[in-house]
């Protein structure tokens, strides 16, 4: 008769196992893809990108960024431009997050312009959020010969 306990005590020590990893990994994921704290960026703008270009000064670099065509909307093409005076950058990526909700990954890789040093382009959109405006957080990474450069801009669009 302790046989067909056995596959209960079984399946029950499995079921245990099952939510504990299930535990584990929604943790992991809302710290793998929660936004970062504005503590753990450098500086940080609060000024309108929906109508002017938006400057960060760190230490000895400048980063400054317009996105066109103002004022930013959600499903409409988007072109980046950033300058970033005061270090040698070799790579630039932009990470746009909402800061109100996950709306996915939405990454894009600057491209440097020729015969301008120091400004990088690239082109993106921004998804549709469904309560009509959001929030947005736009991480800027750069990579210079000093290490990592990051910081971040916010704005609304709908």
Known sequence: MAQPNEPKSTSSYLYLILLIVFILAVWLSSH???????????GGSDCDLNTQRCTVT??????????QP??????????YQLQIDGVDVSKVMINLQGSEMFMGINQTVLTPVEGQPGVFRGKGEIAACTTGEMLWRLIVSAETAAGPLTTWFEFRAK
Not at 32 to 42: E, H, I, K, N, V
Not at 58 to 67: E, P, R, V, Y
Not at 70 to 79: C, E, N
């Open 32 to 42: 793998l893809f929660s936004l970062p704290s504005q503590d753990s960026l450098g």
């Open 58 to 67: 760190m230490g000895d670099a400048t980063l400054s960024l317009m996105i």
């Open 70 to 79: 103002q004022p930013i909307a959600s499903l409409i093409p988007l072109d």
